[in-house]
């Protein structure tokens, strides 16, 4: 069965330090990879997408960037955090043979102080 | 690109009642339609999806329903529990995005169910 791990679950990181979140999937070849923000209410804003290893469309322009280093590992990074970066964090990856949809990682909650 | 419209925002029910969360979207060739339950501080769970060669799917307490010529699905929660409280999100996506397919998430239903 397939398995998706997101790391850290909580993180408190002062403005202007970089960032490191890390997404791997177990399980499937291949995947669909995305990054998701929910800010202050409910909305799931999409950052980025990869549909292969070292293919990142970006979504939103912003100060953060994503990166695909290995077919299962889905990375999103900052050099300098914001106040606005505050928020959760949701890797998904997707399946679309017989129309699965995306299954989520279990997300991390970043507060940028 | 695909736009999803989610209605109401808030919806409180007593328990026991039910619930009806509508979107509509835009796109006619959107083909699949997921339903994701968000309960505080955790991740959204896929709950019930439906393609569009099926009008109605149920699967115990939920159903959705969907009305292609009109564009628009729903979800209907039966006999509603306080668990049923939570965020429940619909999305589609279009058959034409090929390989960088993506789903589109309506804004979201904050359920409260009162008991």
């Known amino acids: 069965s397939q398995t998706i791990h997101q790391w850290p679950a909580t993180l408190v990181q002062p403005v202007g330090s970089p960032l490191s979140l890390e997404c791997t999937v177990e399980?499937?070849?291949?995947?669909?990879l995305y990054w998701y923000r929910q800010a202050a209410g409910r909305g799931l804003q999409l950052l980025f997408y990869?549909?292969?290893?070292?293919?990142i469309s970006s979504e939103v322009p912003q100060n953060l960037s994503a990166s695909r280093p290995q077919d299962r590992q889905f990375i999103l990074s900052s050099k300098k955090l914001l106040l606005s970066d505050s928020g959760f964090y949701l890797c998904?990856?997707?399946?679309?043979?017989?129309?699965?949809?995306?299954?989520f990682g279990s997300g991390t909650r970043l507060t940028v102080v | 690109g695909e736009n999803v419209e989610q209605h109401p925002s808030t919806l409180s029910v007593q328990e026991g009642d039910s619930a009806v969360i509508k979107c509509t979207y835009s796109?006619?060739?959107?083909?699949?339609f997921p339903w994701y339950k968000q309960e505080l501080g955790k991740r959204p769970q896929l709950i019930i999806d439906?393609?569009?060669?099926?009008g109605e799917k149920k699967d115990q307490r939920i159903a959705v329903t969907l009305n292609k010529t009109a564009k628009h699905f729903s979800l209907h929660i039966t006999e509603t529990q306080p668990e049923d409280s939570a965020v429940y999100f619909c999305?589609?996506?279009?058959?034409?995005?090929?390989?960088?397919?993506?789903?589109?998430f309506g804004s979201g239903t904050q359920l409260t169910v009162l008991p």
């Open positions: 399980g499937t070849s291949n995947p669909n």
């Open positions: 439906i393609r569009s060669n099926v």
């Open positions: 990869s549909v292969g290893i070292g293919q």
């Open positions: 796109d006619s060739a959107s083909n699949y």
């Open positions: 999305a589609a996506t279009p058959i034409s995005s090929g390989s960088a397919r993506q789903l589109t």
């Open positions: 998904a990856w997707g399946r679309w043979e017989g129309a699965h949809g995306y299954t």
